[in-house]
């Protein structure tokens, strides 16, 4: 039985364009309550869009990738303050195959700049997971609270494609409880960062 059918159940979800995702995701971002927020990252690569630091990355400009996170600073310092204000957590577990990919590297320094303020990340070595990969590899998971779970799509570049949604109470608590007991298994990034990501040399390539 695939890890999905064992958390959601017969539960039907509610398919959502990105178009449509994005503002339904947003619009109960704001009202997570205690239970916090939780996000599964299994995927090696990702299209980041426009994102200045990941363009710089694409073009082989390491140094200015890092630059550009650096910047970011205090934007990201007012958004994980105004968290903290609003009562809930926001938990990340990273999954990390080896050798780690360039993109993986060139993400784990972003979130080591967003852990400094707030965010919680928890890095799992893929082997980790192998016993729930029999089938498939783990979804891309984000919990909002007991209110939602989202399975989020991606096309084969990595590019955001919407996602599933489920509200279903079980289903969101069975999907928030998988996340958190990965989230324990894991490494907080800090240490894990320092041993692994930062004593290596600039990536080769965006992926």
């Not at 990201?76 to 990390?96: A, K, L, M, P, T």
């Not at 209110?147 to 494609?161: C, K, W």
């Not at 109470?169 to 298994?185: C, G, M, N, Q, W």
Request: charged letters at 30%; proline letters at 6%.
């Amino acid at each position: 039985m695939g890890i999905m059918k064992e958390l959601v159940g017969g539960a039907d979800g509610a398919r959502l364009a990105q178009a449509a995702y994005t503002p339904d995701f947003m619009e109960r971002f704001w009202r997570i309550g205690a239970e916090g927020f939780w996000k599964l990252e299994r995927m090696q690569h990702y299209d980041e869009g426009d994102f200045p630091s990941w363009l710089a990355f694409r073009r082989g400009d390491w140094a200015e990738s890092l630059r550009l996170v650096e910047e970011l600073r205090p934007e990201y310092e007012e958004y994980f303050d105004r968290i903290g204000e609003s009562g809930f957590g926001h938990h990340r577990v990273r999954i990390v195959e080896r050798p780690v990919t360039p993109y993986v590297q060139w993400e784990l320094n972003v979130l080591r700049v967003k852990y400094a303020y707030g965010e919680r990340v928890s890095v799992l070595e893929a082997d980790r997971v192998a016993g729930h990969e029999d089938t498939a590899p783990l979804p891309e998971l984000c919990v909002l609270g007991a209110e939602a779970v989202y399975v989020l799509d991606y096309t084969d570049e990595g590019v955001p494609d919407g996602a599933t949604r489920y509200t279903d109470p079980e289903a969101v608590e069975r999907s928030r409880a998988f996340l958190r007991d990965l989230y324990a298994a894991g490494e907080d990034l800090g240490s894990y960062f320092d041993r692994e990501i930062a004593p290596l040399p600039a990536p080769t390539g965006d992926r």
